[in-house]
């Protein structure tokens, strides 16, 4: 029988002692040639919802915000991170370096990120466990997931946020392993870095790191200190990008209203981030939502034994937990909670399901995992043939009021970047932007009407579903206290003449007083 493995010191080099995950879907052990082949028919097959109608869907308001960021001069995109206060700006930066003239080419970068992750998955794994089977199911699961593939489709950082926490996890394992470089330290500094100028989420990684060290210490002392070093070399830029936030955060730039997550919403993201959430139902979903919470739980139950021996466990246990933190994190201090800021916990959930199906039969294990990968597809399938892959319509927004806009009408907009994401689609009579109000910074709200014949009122939902990549259905844009512009209208619900719907727009017709 196999020793547990000896830490005592990150110079020693060692195999992996313990058995891993069987997963060969009832095939024989895949050769390089055969687990390649694999790669390239599933990058080829997950391109095509990727690619598709990349550039004909309009862009929600934070696309157009990155499309601003990277057209303005330097000063301005840096001052624009800058006054929101909870942003980083590596991959505003780094897009800037890249052609952004449509939204195709704005978010052909976070495509490339997205295929480029399915091979460092697969990559990842099948060499951290030995087992090319393993590699290439992990990378098949990330092709089907829904989330993963509407943030292909989006131009902000999150693939690239996968991505980085790949490459440093890689790099970390292998390390604690006693199997890593000078090299390998010099890229677990690169990638955390900019992962850490990316998004704040990325703390997670340092987070999970300690973690392992922390429950292998003395074993790992010396590499104990020289990742201290590493960490602070890569945390320090954005510790000094965060003070210089705080002193230019202006705290009306960025109104939103905090949507706090209840305990139901804890099991709905780990499903999330395993077989996708569309907000769909039917009982041909359940039994893939069932092999997926049951191979979740098995995982865990793994982990809970196996820590002692395979201390890498505990650093994909504690990037498992991420969304237990920022749950936390939105209750105790207000930070908003989103799956998709849990992308770089994804594999960490894939490969927990499948290390949980490690002792069932394998027809079990066949069945378990068909039934969670059919599920992932029919929800993938459900963000096109349902038009939920587009957000906002701001097209049809645009064409409705180029067409009803009449002398002496006015319209009213929230804030600058719904005018901007409107703008951008615009292309009726130029009076009717040149006239428009915004209402956050108007002297005198109250005083709006006055100023025109009629007001037209662009609301644009500010119910994000914490789990979809949408808007979460009925829910009323007239809630007292969600945004300055729902106070607004709940004081003339009365007046509204008109009320039209597109997805993720609404237009209120009201009188005004002008006459």
Not at 190 to 198: E, Q, R, S
Not at 384 to 390: D, I, L, N, T, V
Not at 455 to 479: A, C, K, M, N, T
């Amino acid at each position: 029988m196999q020793q547990p493995a000896d830490y005592r010191d990150s110079t020693i080099s060692w195999r992996v002692p313990y058995r891993t995950p069987e997963l060969t879907l009832g095939i024989r052990k895949l050769t390089q040639v055969e687990y390649w082949v694999g790669i390239m028919i599933t990058l080829v097959l997950s391109a095509i919802p990727r690619v598709w109608r990349l550039g004909g869907t309009d862009m929600w308001s934070d696309e157009v915000l990155t499309l601003l960021r990277v057209r303005t001069p330097l000063s301005g995109s840096v001052d624009s991170v800058l006054t929101v206060g909870n942003q980083m700006p590596f991959y505003y930066l780094a897009l800037r370096l890249m052609p952004n003239a449509d939204p195709f080419w704005l978010r052909l970068p976070s495509l490339v990120l997205g295929l480029l992750g399915i091979v460092l998955i697969s990559q990842l794994f099948s060499r951290l466990y030995d087992n090319r089977s393993l590699g290439l199911l992990m990378g098949v699961m990330l092709a089907v997931s829904p989330m993963h593939i509407i943030l292909s489709r989006t131009a902000r950082y999150y693939t690239l946020l996968l991505v980085l926490a790949l490459v440093a996890s890689w790099c970390f394992v292998a390390l604690i392993r006693g199997r890593g470089s000078r090299w390998t330290w010099v890229l677990l500094w690169a990638t955390c870095f900019a992962a850490y100028m990316t998004h704040y989420t990325s703390l997670v990684l340092p987070a999970a790191q300690f973690g392992v060290l922390l429950v292998t210490w003395p074993n790992l002392k010396r590499l104990a200190w020289r990742w201290a070093v590493v960490q602070a070399a890569a945390v320090v830029p954005m510790v000094l990008w965060m003070m210089m936030a705080v002193g230019t955060y202006e705290a009306d730039s960025y109104p939103y209203f905090i949507q706090m997550p209840s305990l139901i919403d804890l099991p709905i993201s780990y499903l999330n981030l395993l077989t996708g959430f569309e907000g769909v139902g039917g009982w041909y979903l359940v039994p893939g939502l069932a092999a997926g919470a049951i191979g979740l739980l098995a995982g865990i139950r793994v982990v809970m034994r196996r820590w002692k021996v395979e201390p890498e466990v505990v650093y994909w246990g504690a990037l498992a937990i991420s969304p237990l933190v920022l749950f936390l994190l939105t209750h105790l201090a207000g930070v908003q909670y989103r799956d998709r800021y849990f992308l770089a916990g994804m594999p960490t959930v894939f490969f927990f399901f499948l290390r949980g199906l490690d002792h069932y039969s394998l027809r079990v294990r066949q069945l378990m995992i068909g039934l969670v990968l059919l599920t992932s597809g029919y929800l993938a399938g459900h963000l096109f043939w349902s038009g939920e892959y587009q957000r906002t319509d701001w097209t049809n927004v645009t064409r409705f009021m180029s067409e009803h806009y009449q002398p002496g009408d006015k319209v009213l907009f929230e804030r600058q970047i719904i005018r901007d994401a409107f703008t951008y689609y615009y292309e009726g009579d130029p009076t009717l932007l040149e006239g428009s109000e915004l209402l956050l910074h108007h002297p005198a709200p109250a005083a709006i009407q006055q100023s025109a014949d009629r007001i037209w009122v662009v609301y644009r939902i500010r119910h994000e579903d914490l789990h979809r990549q949408g808007w979460e259905r009925g829910r009323s844009p007239f809630q007292r206290g969600l945004a300055p512009i729902s106070d607004w209208l709940a004081d003339r619900r009365d007046q509204i003449l008109w009320t039209v719907y597109f997805d993720g727009v609404y237009i209120f017709l009201l009188p005004g007083q002008a006459g």
